[in-house]
């Protein structure tokens, strides 16, 4: 078991490694089986979530995991259902909870705080900034933003959403997960790239701090802090 156990961190530290090129707050999660377990639930929770609504459900962790094609994710499927000890229920009842509104991070929360739960949590944004203001068709515009913790947070994002001007482009948006902040100011950065493919015009964006998954509701899930951006592509 431990076998396993060190192949799934391993493969794991590479993956998060490129997720640290861009983020310029680290969480305190070094190695830990929280981001692996969501980045999981990201690509499994809803089918899981099918084959517990089926006619004939599985009623074990290996008849659940077995239903995963992917032996790899079958490998994390069955650590997470046996972790601490073989608990089907307990995965069970977090795939049913989470599985209908497809949170990841609820997700993780409910299975023996696989991802850190901190009730309470808050924040405020202390500043926004966009550079340049405005710029042509292949400006990389950059978005800062301060913000401070008051009280420590749980598992949560960190999200920005753009919106393009007109209607032939869909609002796109950028997170960082994060395992929680302890209370202190943090900085985050976010680039967006311009592509001659995008309309020129007015962009507005909304920068969320949130306790969960930004713009659910499941249990102890809130937007902590909020505020707005614009920039312009001419
Ligand atoms: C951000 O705002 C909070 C609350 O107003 C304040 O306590 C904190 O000092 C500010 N931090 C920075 C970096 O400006
Ligand atoms: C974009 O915003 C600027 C000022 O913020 C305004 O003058 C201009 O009319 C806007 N353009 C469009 C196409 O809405």
Not at 83 to 94: G, V
Not at 134 to 140: A, D, F, I, L, R
Not at 145 to 152: D, G, L, Q
């Amino acid at each position: 078991m431990s076998g396993i156990k060190i192949a799934i961190l391993v493969a794991f530290i590479a993956l998060a490694s490129s997720y640290e090129t861009s983020p310029s707050f680290s969480s305190d999660g070094a190695i830990d089986m929280c981001q692996p377990c969501v980045a999981f639930a990201d690509t499994n929770l809803q089918p899981l979530y099918q084959t517990l609504s089926g006619n004939t459900p599985p009623t074990t962790c290996s008849g659940l995991c077995s239903t995963i094609k992917d032996a790899f994710a079958q490998q994390i499927c069955l650590y997470l259902c046996q972790n601490p000890q073989p608990s089907p229920s307990t995965m069970f009842t977090a795939v049913k909870r989470a599985g209908p509104s497809q949170d990841s991070i609820y997700f993780c929360e409910s299975l023996n705080q696989i991802c850190p739960v901190v009730n309470g949590g808050a924040a405020v944004i202390n500043s926004t900034y966009v550079t340049p203001s405005t710029g042509g068709v292949n400006t990389v515009f950059k978005v800062q933003v301060i913000f401070t913790v008051t009280s420590a947070t749980g598992t949560g994002q960190v999200l920005l959403t753009v919106t393009p001007p007109g209607t032939s482009v869909k609002p796109f948006s950028y997170d960082y997960f994060n395992e929680g902040f302890a209370v202190d100011s943090y900085s985050a950065k976010f680039e967006i790239p311009m592509t001659p493919q995008l309309p020129t015009g007015n962009y507005t964006g909304i920068v969320q701090i949130c306790s969960g998954t930004c713009g659910l509701t499941n249990p102890g899930e809130a937007t902590l802090a909020q505020s707005s951006i614009k920039f312009t592509v001419r």
